[in-house]
């Protein structure tokens, strides 16, 4: 469905998108993960055909990005980073308008509305100013308007972000509603937790693209064990490991400290024979299984000795 | 190809924009007849009355008692004495004057011995225009006075003066009294016979507050969507640029029509001022408002916010008040000035309005200042749907 060859996008000396290439199959949710300012909100900016690409290509359904943008537009819905719908008109108008603007015809609109109020529970606020919403059902109200012609494919920037746990559900399952209905998803966001949710998930980091998988497979081409190690006081800890030789980075995970490292049972045995660092003592340590947030890391920061030749993308920018 | 719903929706969510900002919807209401009514007064007579004038009669003659009796009557003057002994140059602005006229002492007598003396008269140079119609007032009622003096002389001339003038041949008498008579004017005046300066400033400022009013309007509506990111959100809509542009110029265009009706029907029952022609003003009103719009919307698209748009609206609006001729004839400004003054869309309006209203030209007479508005209104439209790509590159 979506197909991006060595896309590029200069802004003056920065290079905000560098050569990203990757295709996503219909029907997928496929997470953008990255730093702010990565190069996200670039890169679907240029999907959606309001950036010009400064070079490569991108295809939708075999069109053109840029050239064919006009063709494409009906496909698809964008849900902008910020609330941008209109805060003075209510719920319904903003919906009425937008339906209008992608000429959905009169005669579906009424059913197509009350389906996307049922299904986003904004029922109760149709003739509410949109202005006047909380964060949360702005940001369903958003992605009512973007679906509002049934597209195919939805783009969703940051999405959840400043969104309470209750809302972040809420459009969780509203996503996964739409994905069960054959409509593709492309999210960007920055929890990591969300990671988790989608069916294929994209690391992005100084407009490079680092790796597409599944999370199973990114967690998987974790082929280093991920040691945690319990000490007193942490803090003093914490410090010392992250300069020790053999680490390659140590973060602070419930309390404990885990070890980033190439050969972590190694550095374990050594610890365990002698402790080092006298500023604090080893209470015990544990084996734990990575989460998206240690691929992440390993990925961002390039722990390549914890990476595996499993990593399928890994090498592909090498 | 362009969608009516298209239209219609971006249309329909302008109006409900317009009708949700219940403050500047009043104001954008109640302004044009306000306006046109304060306007209206400040203008509606040109001639001046009751100029502050401080008078000291230093001659005390039975001439100088006469001339101040003449001038007394005058409406364009507020008389009032001078303190007596005062310096040689009157101190105007303590006297609260604009002018201060001095009858030198012997004037009557010297009226009387062939070297008439001048009266002096100070005026206040500041203020340019006053100075020269209280010394044109002056003049005027000097010139009068001398005339009546000289009739008064010829009913007492003595009797040998007719006995000589018998001798004298006819053509040189009757030259002679062609020279006493009083060379006069016939004056007629034609397209404005009631010299009306209300009827000439209306178009003026009907076209002075419909221009302030499209051109800020208009250039906030653009701006307001790109700060709000709202103009993002249209583009990846099926909307073409050119339905954005045509349904967001719709709306402002009734409501600006609805705003010209209302200064139109202020001058016409309140100040009485005639419209002729009704479907060639019209005509002209829509082409104008049509090309204010655009220019408002040219500017909004080519600004980033809606403070930027609203300076730059400003910035223009400031040369096209001073010099669209709007109140004061095009002619006097210099011709460099004139062709600038050409190239905003009041001074066309100005002008053809005026030109059918008051002089009742055909409509091929204006066919120019329609033509210039018609392309103003295109060209700036046009250019504003060129500059909405710009956030897509």
Redesign the interface.
């Given at each position: 469905m979506i197909v991006l060859e060595q896309l590029r996008k200069v802004f003056g000396e920065t290079v905000a998108v560098d050569r990203v290439s990757m295709s996503i199959p219909a029907g997928e949710i496929f997470g953008f993960l990255g730093a702010n300012g990565a190069g996200k909100t670039t890169t679907m900016?240029m999907l959606?055909?309001?950036?010009?690409p400064t070079d490569g290509r991108g295809l939708i359904d075999g069109r053109d990005i840029w050239r064919d943008r006009?063709a494409i537009?009906?496909k698809?819905?964008?849900v902008?980073q910020?609330?941008?719908?209109?805060?003075?008109?209510t719920v319904i108008?903003n919906l009425?308008?937008?339906?209008?603007?992608?000429?959905v015809p009169q005669a579906g609109m009424e059913r197509r509305i009350a389906g996307l109020l049922r299904n986003t529970d904004l029922e109760g606020k149709r003739a509410a100013r949109a202005g006047s919403l909380s964060g949360g059902m702005k940001q369903l109200l958003a992605v009512a308007?973007a679906l509002i012609?049934e597209p195919m494919l939805l783009f969703l920037d940051e999405p959840t972000s400043g969104l309470d746990p209750v809302h972040r559900q809420q459009m969780w399952d509203l996503l996964y509603d739409l994905s069960s209905k054959g409509t593709t998803i492309f999210v960007t966001t920055h929890y990591m937790d969300e990671a988790e949710r989608c069916t294929e998930v994209g690391f992005l980091d100084q407009g490079r693209l680092l790796v597409k998988n599944s999370p199973e497979g990114l967690k998987e081409s974790f082929t280093s064990k991920l040691l945690e190690l319990e000490a007193e006081p942490i803090m003093p800890a914490l410090a010392a490991l992250r300069n020790a030789p053999g680490v390659l980075g140590v973060s602070l995970r419930s309390g404990r400290a885990r070890i980033y490292a190439g050969d972590a049972e190694t550095l374990l045995t050594q610890w365990q024979r002698a402790w080092p660092f006298p500023e604090a003592r080893l209470l015990g340590h544990r084996w734990v299984e990575p989460d998206m947030e240690d691929v992440f890391k390993a990925y961002s920061q390039g722990y390549h000795q914890m990476l595996g030749a499993t990593a399928p993308e890994a090498t592909l920018h090498a | 190809m362009l969608?009516l719903?298209?239209i219609?929706?971006?249309a329909?969510?302008e109006t409900?924009?317009i009708l949700?900002?219940r403050r500047i919807l009043i104001l954008v209401i109640a302004l044009p007849p306000l306006l046109t009514l304060i306007f209206g007064y400040a203008f509606d007579s040109s001639a001046i009355t009751d100029v502050p004038v401080s008078i000291e009669d230093r001659d005390q003659s039975d001439a100088s008692q006469a001339f101040w009796k003449s001038i007394e009557q005058n409406k364009a003057f507020q008389w009032r004495p001078r303190p007596a002994h005062g310096p040689d140059v009157p101190d105007l602005v303590h006297e609260h004057v604009q002018g201060s006229l001095i009858i030198p002492h012997g004037w009557g007598q010297s009226l009387t011995n062939g070297k008439p003396a001048p009266l002096h008269l100070w005026v206040d140079g500041s203020d340019t225009s006053t100075g020269e119609e209280i010394s044109g007032q002056l003049q005027q009622a000097l010139g009068d006075f001398q005339r009546d003096s000289r009739n008064q002389m010829i009913d007492n001339l003595p009797v040998e003066v007719f006995d000589m003038a018998e001798k004298l041949p006819q053509e040189v008498r009757d030259e002679f009294g062609s020279a006493m008579e009083p060379w006069t004017l016939k004056m007629e005046v034609l397209y404005n016979p009631q010299q009306r300066f209300i009827d000439y400033v209306i178009p003026g400022i009907i076209g002075l507050i419909l221009q302030l009013l499209t051109v800020t309007l208009m250039a906030c509506t653009v701006a307001r969507e790109r700060e709000?990111?709202?103009l993002?959100?249209?583009?990846?809509?099926?909307?073409?640029r050119t339905e954005i542009v045509i349904g967001k110029v719709l709306p402002y265009l009734g409501l600006s029509i609805l705003l010209i009706a209302m200064a139109v029907a202020v001058a016409y029952f309140h100040f009485g001022t005639q419209f002729q022609h009704l479907w060639v003003l019209s005509l002209i009103c829509f082409l104008f408002l049509c090309c204010s719009l655009g220019l408002g919307l040219l500017i909004s698209s080519f600004c980033q916010t809606q403070t930027q748009s609203i300076q730059f609206a400003v910035f223009y609006l400031l040369p096209v008040l001073m010099l669209s001729g709007a109140f004061a004839p095009l002619e006097q400004l210099p011709p460099a000035i004139q062709m600038i003054a050409q190239t905003f869309p009041l001074t066309h309006f100005c002008h053809a309005f005026r030109m059918v209203n008051m002089h009742s030209v055909d409509i091929g007479f204006i066919a120019g200042d329609l033509v210039f508005m018609l392309l103003g209104a295109v060209v700036s439209c046009a250019g504003a749907a060129l500059l909405l790509q710009r956030?897509?590159?």
């Open positions: 900016r959606c055909g309001l950036t010009r006009y537009r009906p698809f819905g964008y902008a910020r609330f941008s719908l209109y805060p003075d008109l108008e009425k308008f937008f339906g209008g603007a992608y000429r308007c012609h | 969608s719903t298209g219609l929706s971006v329909y969510k409900l924009h949700r900002d709000s990111g709202t993002y959100q249209l583009m990846v809509t099926s909307l073409r956030i897509q590159e």
